[in-house]
């Protein structure tokens, strides 16, 4: 069965990679000593860092021409208007019946596509991720052609391939808890989402597209630096119904061991300072009929066992990696019905060779990625995916995070249970002996989230607040930190365009002894948004890195739509870079300098 496959994956199983492109100023800020980058490596007395001052415009913006800054204080101007936004789409179509397809295309590149997107294809955006490179800014490589989808056909594809065989046949019980169901409230992913591309199933040769997409843009990265990045993402690369089934197993498993934990008298208690004892483990398995004595004799050996000699939530899951036959005994209860039921589901042989390609593809995007020494980021997604997506993550780097990170998983703040995942991550990384690699996110599907979580009728997976996500994001990077301080195997992306955080991920390193020109802390914004963040930064020779999709005109105007939306609902960083556009073209106007061409 394709799906226990995929949990009895081992280290050496088929494995992924992604990447983003190294900036200059890393490689000048060290010159006469290389930098640190392979994991255990020896440090080397680093020069001072030089100060960080996010509002010196002349600094900030040094990179860019005077007319680039009138054409990014035109689009935050534009981005700022609620009526223009309502009827942006129906806008662009006038406009481009009005224009024709060539000024169309010419309007959008001085305007939305010239200041978000990095180009057409591979070629024609070298340019520009040289000039960034220049000035200490890296590059992150996507290619942003989206599908373009009638809401109806979105979720007409969406409902379609997130349901198996089996439960097209309205006799049969769906056994799947609710959250990862097939459910028509989520059935256009991009409803709500402002910040993420949302990919649709249509067949097998669909996916060998997207994933020949993903190859092209490896390839772009690794053209273009010695050290680059490309993300992706897993539900372009096969049916997402094996996404929600996995998720599903693997998230009735982790309650189960809650649960006992609480019959335990350890209710409340963090993932990883929750431990069993193996005694008690054992009869409430007996107990609950999941297995008999003799079953599990062999579960809980030395080599399963932590070193306390309990079972904390790693080993629990590591039982299912096991090559025992644990996982014919997969059975627990249902929270539906109470009843003990199989954790793993019945498969056609077709959704077995779909399950395989997906695997594969992965398989070939990791190799590509290796070979051509990129970096390959997973986009996290929805909640109903997620589990399966990192679960995934963690086997490509079990077998590439071998000397230094190359598979970077995403963590999304914004989630309750967003420090357990990272905790939970980082112990496994120490135990197992690989790299550990994070990028940090505060997160793209809340609205989406909490309006499925209430519609279908499950918890809400988000942070009340956006103060408790600011509280989140801070406490799960301070936790990395701190590990990088004490390991050189550890990386982490702060993909962040909130100042306030960029400012205390500085401050936390110069306590913790982290030198920008280590490479452990990188940081990350979007092309055509906080340039007053990204420049400073790289010219202080902190590794920074723009996300740059780049495709067709036509093709990419989802992506434009998203980017436009963005700006709007981010008011107060919106105004702030207005505020320091305004203030550094008034400065070259007063100096003679408007005729500023960057060198």
């Not at 992924?16 to 060290?30: D, I, K, N």
């Not at 057409?120 to 052609?145: M, T, W």
């Not at 539906?336 to 056609?348: D, H, I, K, V």
Request: proline share 4%; aromatic share 8%.
């Amino acid at each position: 069965m394709a799906l226990r496959r995929l949990l009895l994956l081992r280290p050496d199983a088929p494995r992924l990679v992604f990447l983003s492109t190294a900036p200059m100023a890393r490689e000048q800020l060290t010159a006469g000593s290389a930098p640190v980058r392979e994991c255990g490596a020896a440090k080397v007395v680093r020069r001072p860092v030089p100060p960080v001052d996010f509002g010196n415009t002349q600094e900030a913006y040094r990179s860019r021409r005077s007319w680039e800054l009138a054409r990014n204080l035109l689009v935050l101007r534009l981005c700022a208007s609620p009526a223009l936004l309502a009827r942006h789409e129906q806008l662009l179509r006038i406009s481009r019946k009005l224009l024709g397809q060539k000024m169309f295309d010419r309007l959008m590149k001085m305007t939305f596509y010239g200041q978000f997107v990095a180009g057409e294809d591979q070629e024609s955006i070298r340019p520009l991720i040289q000039h960034n490179k220049a000035f200490g800014v890296g590059s992150i490589l996507d290619y942003g052609v989206e599908e373009d989808l009638s809401p109806e056909e979105a979720e007409h594809k969406e409902l379609e391939s997130c349901t198996s065989e089996a439960e097209k046949d309205v006799s049969v019980m769906n056994k799947r808890e609710k959250q990862y169901q097939a459910h028509s409230a989520s059935g256009d992913r991009r409803d709500g989402v402002i910040s993420a591309r949302a990919y649709f199933y249509a067949n097998e040769a669909k996916c060998d597209n997207y994933m020949e997409t993903f190859l092209r843009c490896i390839e772009a990265s690794g053209g273009s630096s010695d050290d680059g990045f490309a993300a992706i993402k897993l539900s372009a690369l096969g049916r997402p119904q094996f996404l929600l089934q996995f998720s599903d197993v693997l998230t009735r498993w982790r309650r189960l061991f809650h649960q006992m934990a609480a019959e335990q008298g350890q209710a409340g208690r963090s993932a990883l300072d929750t431990k069993l004892e193996v005694e008690a483990l054992q009869d409430n398995i007996v107990k609950m009929g999941i297995a008999s004595r003799a079953e599990i004799k062999e579960w809980f050996t030395p080599e399963t066992l932590s070193v306390s000699g309990t079972v904390d939530l790693l080993d629990w899951n590591s039982l299912i990696d096991s090559q025992t036959q644990l996982s014919k005994h997969l059975m627990v209860p249902s929270v539906q019905t109470g009843q003990l039921e199989p954790l793993l589901s019945r498969f056609t042989e077709e959704e077995e060779r779909q399950m395989t390609r997906m695997l594969q593809r992965m398989d070939v995007l990791a190799k590509k990625a290796r070979d051509a020494g990129v970096r390959l980021m997973i986009d996290a997604e929805q909640t109903y995916f997620q589990p399966a997506i990192s679960r995934l993550t963690l086997e490509m780097q079990r077998r590439f995070n071998v000397d230094k990170p190359v598979i970077y998983n995403t963590y999304q703040c914004y989630l309750k249970d967003a420090y357990d995942n990272v905790t939970l991550d980082v112990e496994r990384a120490r135990r197992e002996g690989w790299c550990f690699g994070a990028k940090l996110v505060r997160g793209a599907y809340m609205a989406q989230e909490r309006t499925r979580a209430m519609k279908i009728g499950y918890d809400d997976p988000i942070n009340p607040t956006y103060e408790a996500t600011n509280d989140m994001y801070h406490r799960c990077l301070n936790y990395v930190l701190e590990e990088l301080k004490h390991s050189t195997k550890a990386e982490v992306m702060v993909a962040s365009h909130n100042e306030d955080t960029v400012r205390f991920t500085l401050h936390r390193m110069e306590e913790l002894g982290l030198h920008p020109a280590d490479g452990q802390v990188c940081f990350g914004q979007l092309l055509g948004m906080c340039d007053q963040i990204s420049f400073p930064l790289g010219q202080a020779g902190f590794p920074v890195y723009k996300y740059m999709p780049y495709g067709p005109v036509m093709e990419v105007l989802p992506y434009l739509s998203r980017r436009a939306l963005e700006n709007s609902g981010v008011v107060k960083g919106a105004q702030r870079e207005r505020q320091l556009l305004w203030q550094e073209l008034w400065r070259r106007l007063r100096t003679g300098c408007l005729l500023h061409h960057p060198a």
